[in-house]
């Protein structure tokens, strides 16, 4: 991580930071419902966004205000967002925009990931992808559960030395948004290295590192991790999990001085929304493709630059 991106990252869990120590459940409650609004960003970059400007209700880049057949205001502020492996993007929010009328709704509808109703892939395809990452997904018989499992009421295990997730028997069979919460939070566990470090083989049979052991967390704090994240997914596929409120108040309400990680809980968020998808590969890009990546982006930004700087001298 350069020092660029590690300010970044202090930055935003400051902001949260003095959130958390001033207990202030509103302002925590009117960032879980940006969260909602813009479904069609990155977690992080929806987080990064806020922190800069908490007061912005939606966001997007010039090229996708332009499908709302909308422009950029002479002046206005852009927000900055971060790419995947290249430089920053300029983004604006829709009071700094102006052309054609548009709703809140038609902003929803248009991006959103989905139409909320929930889909039994998605389940599947995150079983299959915990396996790319040496995760293994069971739904044993009662007897072998229970011997685990402190309470029949235990929706979930997550294997401290294992690498197993256990859910509870009585989801066997078809999957439902019950059964995919819970496994979005003992995922989260595991990613948030609630459970210790993790490591994965690359298809080369390389090890890579997946997350650093944090497994010294008080247990209030991995629950809330994992819940947070949990939320967060939901609402990247427009599913209602918990009301913003009740979120606020229950983190606000079990936060002591120490501090959860809030830009590792919406990287991980991002991570297992794509573990949704069917050929979802937990890869770690070679150098010369983050250079390549690096160039592709930089030309097409030197391209809008010089764009701009033609039709100025035309007017």
Request: glycine share 6%; with cysteine; aromatic share 12%.
């Amino acid at each position: 991580m350069n020092p660029k991106q590690q300010k970044i990252y202090t930055d935003v869990n400051n902001y949260f930071n003095n959130i958390l120590r001033l207990k202030n459940s509103d302002e925590f409650q009117k960032y879980l419902e940006f969260l909602k609004r813009v479904p069609f960003q990155a977690p992080f970059n929806n987080t990064l966004v806020f922190v800069q400007n908490p007061s912005l209700n939606y966001y997007a880049t010039e090229a996708q205000w332009k499908e709302f057949g909308r422009t950029i205001k002479p002046n206005a502020r852009p927000e900055v967002i971060l790419m995947i492996f290249g430089p920053v993007e300029f983004v604006f929010g829709l009071e700094d925009t102006e052309g054609r009328e548009i709703t809140s709704d038609s902003i929803l509808n248009w991006w959103k990931e989905s139409d909320g109703k929930f889909d039994e892939n998605v389940f599947h395809n995150t079983v299959s992808s915990c396996a790319k990452i040496g995760l293994s997904v069971k739904i044993p018989e009662p007897s072998k559960y229970f011997n685990q499992a402190s309470s029949i009421q235990t929706k979930g295990l997550a294997g401290i030395e294992t690498s197993e997730i256990y859910l509870n028997p009585s989801y066997k069979g078809n999957p439902t948004y019950e059964s995919y919460g819970v496994l979005l939070h003992e995922i989260a566990h595991e990613l948030l290295g609630h459970c210790g470090e993790r490591k994965y083989k690359d298809k080369k049979g390389n090890t890579k590192l997946l997350i650093h052991n944090r497994s010294n967390l008080t247990k209030d704090i991995a629950e809330i991790e994992a819940e947070l994240t949990a939320w967060i997914v939901f609402g990247k596929f427009g599913i209602e999990k918990q009301s913003e409120v009740y979120l606020a108040n229950y983190v606000m309400g079990k936060m002591s001085a120490e501090m959860f990680d809030m830009v590792l809980i919406t990287k991980v968020s991002g991570m297992i929304f794509s573990m949704s998808k069917k050929d979802w590969k937990p890869r770690i890009p070679t150098q010369r493709e983050k250079l390549r990546d690096n160039l592709r982006k930089n030309i097409k930004i030197l391209k809008n630059h010089l764009a701009k700087v033609r039709a100025n001298n035309y007017e």
